[in-house]
């Protein structure tokens, strides 16, 4: 699985738009691109992935550049209880039963929401 | 659905005890694993399953067992516990054919 670079932290104005960075450069043509979270204390909560394409749910929107070196995961209205550890994780699709679907945790984003 | 449930909340252990981790899940996942997180650092894993009676090795399995018996449960056992092994314990379960892994509330665990 590809390498990933993320800054340690950041603070965001609550209300305001999240944009937390993640490089990627070595990333392959078949890994995906992974956000999860963590809130203090608790365990980790995923918000999305993408391959190549933008994507938006409920959460949160992903941008992954066109050459796939990087991407930008967007919390568009950033509360309180956006606070938490984000971690950004690349890898393949795995679907064939013997090898699982493993996730390897880097540092992440730790990002505090103010007031 | 309760999701993925994780007893006991916390433990305090003495070198050279055992003990076992419960993990259960309801949503019928093939996908099981468990990690550690130590503090300040991210989650590192130390056992997964494929299914019922399928278990292997993650980045970091000395001093730890697993099986699997049923669907539903994965218990993680510390053999002769030790200082290194306090760290909040992580078990998560998915699909295999959908990536999304939905993660236990974690157990605390301290070894004196």
């Known amino acids: 699985d590809a390498k990933t670079t993320q800054p340690p932290s950041m603070d965001c104005a609550e209300g305001r738009a999240a944009n937390l960075p993640c490089n990627h450069s070595t990333i392959s043509g078949n890994e995906y691109v992974y956000w999860y979270r963590q809130i203090h204390s608790q365990g980790p909560q995923y918000i999305i992935h993408g391959l190549k394409n933008n994507e938006t749910n409920e959460m949160a929107s992903l941008i992954i550049t066109e050459d796939r070196k990087s991407s930008t995961l967007i919390l568009p209205h950033a509360t309180l209880r956006d606070t938490a550890v984000y971690y950004c994780i690349v890898r393949v699709a795995l679907t064939w039963r013997a090898a699982g679907n493993k996730l390897t945790f880097g540092g992440g984003t730790r990002v505090l929401v103010k007031p | 659905n309760a999701g993925v449930t994780q007893t006991p909340k916390f433990q305090v252990l003495k070198t050279g005890q055992s003990m076992t981790l419960q993990c259960a899940q309801d949503?019928?996942?093939?996908?099981m694993s468990w990690y550690r997180q130590d503090p300040g650092m991210g989650l590192r894993l130390i056992h997964y399953s494929v299914g019922a009676g399928i278990t292997d090795q993650g980045e970091v399995p000395n001093g730890y067992n697993v099986s699997r018996s049923t669907t539903e449960d994965f218990p993680l056992r510390l053999l002769s516990a030790a200082p290194s092994q306090t760290s909040v314990y992580f078990c998560?379960?998915?699909?295999?054919?959908?990536?999304?892994?939905?993660f236990g509330p974690g157990t605390r665990l301290t070894v004196l």
């Open positions: 949503m019928n996942h093939e996908y």
């Open positions: 998560a379960s998915s699909r295999l054919t959908r990536d999304t892994q939905y």
